[in-house]
């Protein structure tokens, strides 16, 4: 049987955002062991020119209720991307996976009677919604997660794969 769209956005967003929470649970750890100010940690970027770590996940956050948004049609919740620690990380974790929760399965089913309108690098783009969620809203999201292990793991955060994957479902 094909993949739903909602199998293929919201279900993928909720187990990701979970291993994602779990990847900054073991940040705050190594951060309370060797006495790092957790704003400090969150701080970090991995190269001068990228976002820092807070960044990252709270694009994480956006780039997965955009997505459900986009598909669905149902208003995701606006975010003030002031988050500095972890602490604030995970309750932005907490409140993003609340929204993909609360949308209706059936809405974001809908999408395949729908473009995908927005704009990139401030001009409009319409996509098809399987385009859109592969060739856009999964590896935005995915680079973002990707991004935020790599900022701890680079600086000393035990991490291996296992995190980045998380529990394996059946």
Same mark, same amino acid.
């Given at each position: 049987? #094909?993949?739903?769209?909602?199998? &293929?956005?919201?279900?993928?967003?909720?187990?990701?955002?979970?291993?994602? &929470?779990?990847?900054? =649970? @073991?940040?705050?750890?190594?951060?309370?062991?060797?006495?790092?100010? #957790?704003?400090?940690?969150? /701080?970090?970027?991995?190269?001068?020119?990228?976002?820092?770590?807070?960044?990252?996940?709270?694009?994480?956050?956006? &780039?997965?209720?955009?997505?459900?948004?986009?598909?669905?049609?149902?208003?995701? *919740?606006?975010?003030?991307? =002031? =988050?500095?620690?972890?602490?604030?990380?995970?309750?932005?974790?907490?409140?993003?996976?609340?929204?993909?929760?609360?949308? *209706?399965?059936? &809405?974001?089913?809908?999408?395949? /009677?729908? @473009?995908?309108?927005?704009?990139?690098?401030?001009? *409009?783009?319409?996509?098809? *919604? =399987?385009?859109?969620?592969?060739?856009?809203?999964?590896?935005?999201?995915?680079?973002?997660?990707?991004?935020?292990?790599?900022?701890?793991?680079?600086?000393?955060?035990?991490?291996?794969?296992?995190?980045?994957? /998380? #529990?394996?479902?059946?």
């Amino acid at each position: 049987m #094909p993949l739903t769209f909602y199998q &293929s956005s919201a279900q993928v967003f909720v187990h990701a955002l979970g291993n994602l &929470s779990a990847i900054l =649970e @073991k940040g705050a750890l190594y951060a309370e062991a060797r006495k790092i100010d #957790p704003v400090v940690m969150c /701080g970090l970027r991995l190269t001068a020119d990228m976002l820092p770590l807070s960044r990252q996940v709270s694009t994480a956050c956006d &780039s997965a209720k955009l997505a459900v948004s986009r598909l669905s049609g149902v208003e995701a *919740p606006k975010h003030a991307d =002031e =988050e500095k620690d972890f602490v604030e990380l995970q309750s932005r974790i907490a409140k993003t996976l609340d929204y993909i929760r609360s949308v *209706p399965e059936a &809405s974001v089913e809908a999408a395949a /009677g729908r @473009k995908v309108s927005l704009k990139l690098g401030g001009e *409009p783009r319409e996509f098809e *919604p =399987e385009a859109y969620l592969t060739l856009f809203a999964l590896p935005n999201f995915y680079f973002h997660l990707t991004t935020t292990y790599a900022i701890l793991r680079a600086n000393g955060v035990e991490l291996s794969k296992r995190d980045y994957l /998380g #529990p394996i479902l059946g």
